[in-house]
Nanobody, 116 residues
Framework: QVKVVESGGGLVQPGGSRRLSCTTIGFTFSETVMSWHRRAPGKDREVVAEITPSGTTTNLAGAVKGRFTISRDNAKNMTFLQMNNLRPEDTAVYYC?????????WGQGIQVTVSS
């Protein structure tokens, strides 16, 4: 069974923090590029962060650089998105994606709402 499952979403106050987790099943995780994406209301889905299989290289979108961090634990097949100093414009459905070669799999997404 191949699956990508996100967890950790919810309601957060502006300026707050939240950590999203992503569990990947069925991929050779240590060979898989992992990324987080989001779709805000009325907007297209956009990439937020990406991390290489070894975890040594990460890329962050300009809008979240300095506030978000992507990391992974290859022993647990998990990927994380640490989100700090959250803003209302970070409100979106967040998706985790696993990619290995030409194969990719998306999670179903999880809602993060930043509001007071």
């Amino acid at each position: 069974q191949v699956k990508v499952v996100e967890s950790g979403g919810g309601l957060v106050q502006p300026g707050g923090s939240r950590r999203l987790s992503c569990t990947t099943i069925g991929f050779t995780f240590s060979e898989t590029v992992m990324s987080w994406h989001r779709r805000a209301p009325g907007k297209d889905r956009e990439v937020v962060a990406e991390i290489t299989p070894s975890g040594t290289t990460t890329n962050l979108a300009g809008a979240v650089k300095g506030r978000f961090t992507i990391s992974r634990d290859n022993a647990k097949n998990m990927t994380f998105l640490q989100m700090n100093n959250l803003r209302p414009e970070d409100t979106a459905v967040y998706y985790c994606k696993a990619r290995r070669g030409l194969s990719e799999l998306w999670g179903q997404g999880i809602q993060v709402t930043v509001s007071s």
